[in-house]
């Protein structure tokens, strides 16, 4: 794992801003997953000011790790509508090089398997950016996931219903279910991106990246992947035990190419 810690969410959002666009250069139709919640905007406002400046985005294909079951189609929270907002608008990337799971649908466990073949069809993800739970889950993936778990229907722990509520009416409002990729299916993605900013992300923080792997903490399978890179803000890195050499080994690196 690659540790980047950097002073604040702007330079977070510019550094994986540009691994994106590195990538694009190299395979212009790359598979991107997106995350949702606050952690990436600063990453889609930088890709969206690298676009101003010439970033071509014409075949960049977009696919959604996770969303909420049983939310009406169109509700603005669900996340279909979120990525479209956050990413699909800002970008100018079409619906058809957008790819999700299907929350609404009737039967979610054919949608979640549907939603498996999909992304194999596609040819894989390439670049998958993922925030982290304060209960230290990756996608909706909540503490106990198996590392070895596909694309399906989740129940969201209480904490994790607190930490969205901001953004519906009420507590009641947040689903108590989601689809979402497994570890396993993230797990394949060529490069994950994690980001995390805050004090309150700090403990999860110092569990996926310190702490023994433990489905208890699912971002630490991070600990298994061949390309995962961490981005940190100082308040996320602040109870990581060996944040000086992690600092020590980005300035040092040989051949600097950014992540
Ligand atoms: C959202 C997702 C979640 C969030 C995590 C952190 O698609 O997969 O794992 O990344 O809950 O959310 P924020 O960034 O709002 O703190």
């Known amino acids: 794992m690659e540790i980047v810690i950097v002073p604040d969410a702007a330079a977070q959002g510019e550094l994986a801003a540009g691994a994106v666009a590195d ?3 190299r395979k212009p139709d790359a598979l991107i997953g997106v995350a ?4 990436p905007l600063p990453v889609y406002e930088a890709l969206q000011r690298r676009r101003d400046r010439g970033l071509s985005l014409d075949r960049a294909r977009i696919c959604q790790l996770d969303e909420y079951v049983g939310l009406p ?12 907002r956050e990413v699909l608008d800002r970008l100018g990337i079409s619906d058809d090089r957008f790819m999700g799971p299907d929350g609404s ?3 979610v466990v054919a949608a979640c398997a549907a939603y498996e073949a999909t992304l194999k069809n596609a040819g894989g993800v390439d670049f998958q950016l993922l925030g982290i739970g304060t209960d230290g889950h990756i996608g909706f993936n909540e503490p106990i996931s198996s590392f070895a778990s596909r694309t399906r229907v989740k129940t969201l722990t209480e904490q994790t219903r607190v930490d969205n509520a901001r953004f519906f009416d009420s507590l009641d409002d947040v689903p108590q279910h989601v689809l979402t990729q497994g570890i396993g299916t993230i797990m394949e993605a060529r490069h994950l991106v994690l980001l995390a900013t805050g004090e309150s992300k700090a403990e999860a923080v110092a569990l996926a990246v310190e702490g023994p792997l ?9 600990q298994l992947h061949p390309h995962a890179t961490v981005i940190l803000d100082e308040a996320a890195a602040s109870r990581l035990k060996l944040a000086d050499y992690y600092r020590s080994t980005y300035r040092t690196k040989p051949s600097w190419q950014g992540i």
């Open 23 to 25: 990538l694009l250069d």
């Open 36 to 39: 949702t919640g606050s952690t």
């Open 73 to 84: 189609v169109g509700h603005p929270e669900s996340y279909r509508e979120v990525v479209r």
């Open 105 to 107: 649908a009737e039967d």
């Open 214 to 222: 433990a489905a208890i903490v699912p971002a630490s399978v991070l």
